[in-house]
């Protein structure tokens, strides 16, 4: 058990952290438009996999969204709404995998189809409110590929983690 | 990994096969080839191989049609340009024999929903 202090500290650490890395990959671009690895995901899985509640994970997130949204830029933009739309229900799909099927299929399963119902919803929102074309779906066929890939190498990393660190609160 | 991750694999590809793959197939049963020469204009289906020998201002070209795509073999043209631009398969792919009068063009029938406007 840690005492109160230790719990605050740890709470703005995994803050910190995960915003940083949400700041880090906003600033770089890749080459095709709303192409990202979310690495920022390995905390909300290693939160996951430590027995963490609901809430505490998706505060963090939309906290992480927030900072890091204000530190480049986006606050209260578009691209922010449809952040914290997409990272809420994403969160939750896992959340809800991971409660009921950890028996059965292991982090790799879940991170995959967390990320791909993430860029599902994210392409949705795009395709509701700022293009207001459903034919940009198309191009989400390759995103379909891209993120399974991209939740794999992200479920791999955070394999490293928890074998390292244990968290108990 | 754990027992049934490759049947969440699975059935994560098969979500992809069923939303993406189907509608691509219907799509391209649509096109056509169209065939502008002096005397006719040809309208043709894409997915039945043949060879072509059509007439045109000063001689005889033979056209292709094989695999869903489309190439000139023969001009009587000095520049042989027709020739080599080689297969064309995709919408709005044009081969030209100015020459001899012979154009080549493959079409969509519900070309209104792809594209934005065409300017000629």
């Known amino acids: 058990m840690l005492s109160q202090n230790n719990k605050i500290a740890f709470w703005s650490l995994i803050l910190i952290i995960s915003s ?49 949204s204000i530190l480049s830029g986006t606050f209260f933009s578009l691209i922010f709404y449809a952040s ?33 119902l993430n860029s599902f919803l994210l392409f949705t929102f795009l395709a509701i409110f700022i293009a207001k074309q459903i034919n940009i779906l198309y191009y989400y066929q390759y995103m379909y590929i891209f993120s399974f890939f991209t939740g794999l190498l992200n479920a791999f990393l955070t394999n490293l983690i928890i074998k390292k660190i244990k968290v108990k609160l | 990994m754990k027992k049934y991750d490759i049947i969440f694999f699975l059935v994560l590809f098969i979500f992809y096969v069923f939303f993406f793959l189907k509608p691509q197939k219907f799509k391209y ?62 919408e709005n792919q044009i081969i030209i024999c100015a020459p001899n009068g012979i154009f080549i063009t493959i079409e969509n029938e519900d070309k209104d929903k792809n594209l934005d406007a065409i300017t000629k």
């Open chain 1, 20 to 68: 940083l890395i949400y700041y880090i990959e906003n600033i770089i671009k890749l080459p095709i438009p709303f192409l990202r690895f979310g690495f920022s995901h390995i905390i909300t899985l290693f939160l996951i996999f430590n027995n963490f509640s609901l809430l505490e994970i998706l505060g963090i997130n939309i906290l992480k969204i927030i900072i890091g």
């Open chain 1, 84 to 116: 914290i739309f997409s990272n809420f229900f994403s969160i939750l799909f896992q959340y809800l995998l991971f409660y009921y099927l950890s028996k059965f299929i292991s982090i790799y399963s879940i991170s995959s189809a967390g990320s791909i």
């Open chain 2, 29 to 90: 049963s649509k096109r056509y080839v169209k065939i502008v020469s002096p005397e006719t204009t040809q309208i043709l289906k894409l997915s039945e191989d043949q060879i072509l020998t059509i007439k045109g201002k000063i001689g005889i070209s033979k056209i292709k049609i094989s695999n869903r795509s489309v190439e000139m073999l023969e001009s009587p043209c000095p520049n042989k340009l027709c020739i080599k631009t080689g297969k064309i398969y995709k």
